[in-house]
């Protein structure tokens, strides 16, 4: 059973940056794709961004691309996401979530979040002055 931990959320300003970190345990991060998806009050969940493991394939969100960078850290075991130039409107709950086997790879490159496996419990972040 795989295990997904996030941490690194935060109150920041505007133009700041957060890191956050998605931890796996119970199993080898090389099967699996990572996706971190978001949830803002009174809104749908929606994707941010996905590294997929099998072919080391990062696949980003409109609203991600050139602010956001995806990576895995081998040594801890975990996926990353460094956010830079935060702006009030990535305000949200951030979760990871994890899929493994068939359509890994399209569910990675579409952000598609019905198609996760496993999830995290997210950590909020804030971007408020």
């Known amino acids: 059973q795989l295990q997904l931990v996030e941490s690194g959320g935060g109150l920041v300003q505007p133009g700041g940056s957060l890191r956050l970190s998605c931890a796996v345990s119970g199993s080898s991060l090389d099967d699996y794709a990572i996706a971190w998806f978001r949830q803002a009050p009174g809104k749908e969940r929606e994707g941010v961004s996905c590294f997929n493991s099998k072919d080391g394939s990062t696949y980003y969100a409109d609203s991600a691309k050139g602010r956001f960078t995806i990576s895995r850290d081998y040594a801890k075991n975990t996926v990353d996401l460094q956010m830079n130039s935060l702006r009030p409107e990535d305000t949200a709950v951030y979760y990871c979530?994890?899929?493994?086997?068939?359509?890994?790879?399209?569910?990675?490159?579409?952000?598609?979040?019905?198609?996760?496996?496993?999830w995290g419990k997210g950590t909020l972040v804030t971007v408020s002055s």
């Open positions: 979530a994890a899929r493994s086997g068939i359509l890994q790879s399209l569910a990675c490159a579409n952000l598609y979040d019905t198609w996760m496996f496993y």
